[in-house]
Antibody, heavy 122, light 115 residues
Framework: EVQLVESGGGLVQPGGSLRLSCTASGFTFSNYAMSWVRQAPGKGQEWVSLIKGSGDSTYYADSVKGRFTISRDNSKNMLYLQMDSLRAEDTAVYYC???????????????WGQGTLVTVSS | DIVMTQSPDSLAVSLGERVTINCKSSQSVFFSSNSKNYLAWYQQKPGQPPKLLIYWASTRESGVPDRFSGSGSGTDFTLTISSLQAEDVAVYYCQQYYSNPPALTFGGGTKVELK
């Protein structure tokens, strides 16, 4: 059974940093692109970042480019999101999500974690 | 970035009625090399993450009831629920995954409620 479990969310002051983690199980992690998607309170979904299965290519939404860094450790089945220079508008539930087809990046997400809440406030 | 626009924002329907949700992309998401539309539909219920319903515009994800169907091509797409069930009350999102390099974008969502 595929499982994705996020951790690392919490309250942080504007300008601060936070590192999110996603523990994956139930599939061959290194074969699949992974993404972070966020949802601000009462709002819709916003894709944040994607990393290919090998980890050699990463992509970001313009809203987080230069501030967030996605990475993965395929030996540990872990996905990460390093978030720096956080702003109030980054407040959201952050989901990790798995691409639905192996070895492809431009695919939808067939499994999502339950999400971790990040609150940026003084 | 490709902008996805959904309509309506919300709708209230009776049990058993047909539901139609529209999604329009600011540019075509049809890739001629493989004849596929890079368009997905998700369902999100309160307190839950989104669930993939449809991909490649019309391919139903495994386990999704056949009352859900997707259609359309190019820039205009539709999600249809043929006969609304109580468990279908949710917010529905379309998403394009055509952009290269990847820059996935979602529509604003359509809330389906019971009348």
């Amino acid at each position: 059974e595929v499982q994705l479990v996020e951790s690392g969310g919490g309250l942080v002051q504007p300008g601060g940093s936070l590192r999110l983690s996603c523990t994956a199980s139930g599939f061959t992690f290194s074969n699949y692109a992974m993404s972070w998607v966020r949802q601000a309170p009462g709002k819709g979904q916003e894709w944040v970042s994607l990393i290919k299965g090998s980890g050699d290519s990463t992509y970001y939404a313009d809203s987080v480019k230069g501030r967030f860094t996605i990475s993965r450790d395929n030996s540990k089945n872990m996905l990460y999101l390093q978030m720096d220079s956080l702003r109030a508008e980054d407040t959201a539930v952050y989901y990790c999500a798995k691409g639905n087809l192996a070895n492809l990046a431009r695919v939808p997400f067939d499994y999502w974690g339950q999400g971790t809440l990040v609150t940026v406030s003084s | 970035d490709i902008v996805m626009t959904q309509s309506p924002d919300s709708l209230a329907v009776s049990l058993g009625e047909r539901v139609t949700i529209n999604c329009k992309s600011s540019q075509s998401v049809f890739f001629s090399s493989n004849s596929k539309n890079y368009l997905a539909w998700y369902q999100q219920k309160p307190g839950q993450p989104p669930k993939l319903l449809i991909y490649w515009a019309s391919t139903r994800e495994s386990g999704v009831p056949d009352r859900f169907s997707g259609s359309g091509s190019g820039t205009d797409f539709t999600l249809t629920i043929s006969s609304l069930q109580a468990e279908d009350v949710a917010v529905y999102y379309c998403q394009q995954y055509y952009s290269n390099p990847p820059a996935l974008t979602f529509g604003g969502g359509t809330k389906v409620e019971l009348k």
